[in-house]
């Protein structure tokens, strides 16, 4: 809609802003080591008798774990976001006001929660707060399910943004977490591929499912979010073992 694509204007350095104000304020103090520039994990990578370390063991499945969670932050909320005002005036008879008030607020829920956001993931984890976007993502397809008034849209775009904002900066936190040096250009070069390329994908095909009907968008996303939600439990779990 052309609500959604004005708002999305110049995303991806809006993107990249954002995650680098989230990593100031986590202060790196889950990753930094006592050299103060190198992650934790990187600085007990190896150790002299030889023996495989906790990083060399999780670092590739925790980058990838990391790029398909921001591809599905970005995927996800492009599908709704983009649809919404469509869906909104074509469906349920909004005028141009509402619908663009809910826009609004939906990029003010994106970006107002990097405040905090770096704080979470100092105190609770990465993994948490990721598992906690999804929880929101699926909480925003619940509330957008469950009527059609303005009052449905708004609380459905609220938690879509705030959703995205824990899922994508947490993947990101993450991913720099599972890159070496001189790993990092070519690791985040592949991520921007894939992020981008999913929110892409998402735009033209909320085109597509919103000419269905609302529902079908909503119901569209859902898998994606249950598969990163198993994805990041399974990945957690995991490393609580190698503990």
């Known amino acids: 809609g052309d609500d959604g694509g004005e708002d999305d204007g110049g995303g991806g350095d809006g993107y990249s802003l954002i995650s680098e104000v989230s990593v100031d304020r986590h202060d790196f103090r889950e990753e930094t080591g006592p050299g103060g520039g190198a992650p ?33 932050a970005m995927f996800v909320m492009m599908v709704v976001m983009s649809a919404t005002s469509l869906a909104m005036s074509k469906e349920f008879g909004f005028g141009l006001t509402t619908v663009s008030t809910v826009i609004q607020i939906h990029v003010s829920s994106m970006f107002v929660p990097c405040f905090f956001t770096g704080e979470l993931l100092a105190r609770l984890g990465k993994v948490p707060v990721m598992m906690g976007g999804c929880v929101l993502f699926a909480v925003s397809v619940v509330v ?15 938690a879509l943004g705030a959703g995205w904002n824990f899922l994508f900066i947490g993947g990101t936190q993450l991913l720099v977490s599972g890159c070496t040096e001189k790993e990092a250009s070519k690791i985040e070069a592949v991520n921007e591929v894939f992020v981008q390329g999913s929110g892409a994908v998402g735009a033209l095909l909320s085109g597509f499912l919103v000419s269905m009907s609302w529902h079908t968008v909503l119901w569209s996303v859902t ?11 399974y990945f957690g779990a995991s490393e609580c073992r190698l503990r």
């Open 223 to 233: 898998p994606f979010i249950a598969a990163d939600f198993c994805l990041l439990l």
């Open 144 to 158: 957008g399910m469950s009527g059609g008034e303005a009052a449905n849209f708004f609380g459905c775009l609220v």
């Open 40 to 72: 934790a994990e990187a600085a007990s990578r190896a150790s002299g008798d030889g023996t495989v370390s906790l990083y060399e063991r999780t670092r590739p499945f925790r980058v990838r774990v990391a790029i398909w969670s921001a591809s599905t």
